[in-house]
């Protein structure tokens, strides 16, 4: 027979003995609810850095901010109108919270090749597409020039042609590939202000694309003065233009007349991103004439009705090249009306 269990007394007890369960009135319950941040600060983003964003508020002053986490995986880019709360000084130790992303107007996106399903989106809200080509000192190369047109027409954002170097070469015939699409162009000089583009760019947010070595950032440097945009020179070998500007940035042009975002030097434009049919949707003249075509046209195959449209005198058989061409270098075909001397250099 085995002893009686031995009974605890007070002293055999310490705290490891003693079970706590906390009372329901003492912790705070957990809510899936956010606060509103109605008292957020409006300001836009002019510059992305190594998980932090540079944000100017309305009076112009700088923010350093870093994206809460409320906001997910919404990405913020360079152009993003944004609501922010926290320390707003913009001293060197403050530091923001970018809690409200506000709807985009417009999203210029690419992708890096034209298989790659993945998007990635180079700015948000821009009003105009400013395509950098120089003339010479790099050689134009119009395939990507038609790319990033056609990305402007996807975006909904006006096409600008800004030639560059017209001291080195003659616009006229690069300026007659183009005639047919109707895209305003502005030509500059490396002697001389740009004044027609200054112009062009007054009261919009424009973004600037092209490749290194274009001229992109003296451009920034003559318009906005104190940029310091860092300028490169070209390869005498490759015939290409150094990296010179790493970032996307946001600059206020003088007496806040516009702004204009310069972007790193790309060397490929992916398009795998476009909808075909938001291409011809910038030919209107066109586009009246795809009701007969079959479903799914491409509009560069021989079923395609826009032939029988423009051989009837609807169009300028010229607008209908120029739209092949925009589509075949989407899907990166060969254009057969391109000149082997219109080829850029290397892959």
Known sequence: MSPPARRSSRRDLDEDDVRVRPGRGKSRPRTKERPGHEDAAPALVVAVDRGRWTCRLPDDRLVTAMRARELGRKGVVVGDRVGLVGDLSGGPDALARIVRLEPRASVLRRTADDTDPVERVVVANAEQLAVVTALADPEPQPRLLDRCLVAAYDAGLDPLLVLTKADLADPAELLATYRALDVPHVVTRRDEDPVELRARLAGRTTVLVGSSGVGKSTLVNALVPGALRATGHVNEVT??????????????LPDGAGTVIDTPGVRSFGLAHVDPQRVIGAFPDLEAGT???????????????????????HADPARLLSLRRLLRSREGGEDPHRDAA???PGP
């Open 239 to 252: 015939g290409r233009g150094r990296h010179t500007s790493t970032s996307v940035r946001a600059l206020q």
């Open 291 to 313: 009701g007969g075509c079959p479903r799914s046209c491409s509009h560069d195959e021989p079923e395609c009705a826009l032939d029988a449209w423009v051989a009837e005198g």
């Open 342 to 344: 219109d080829e850029p």
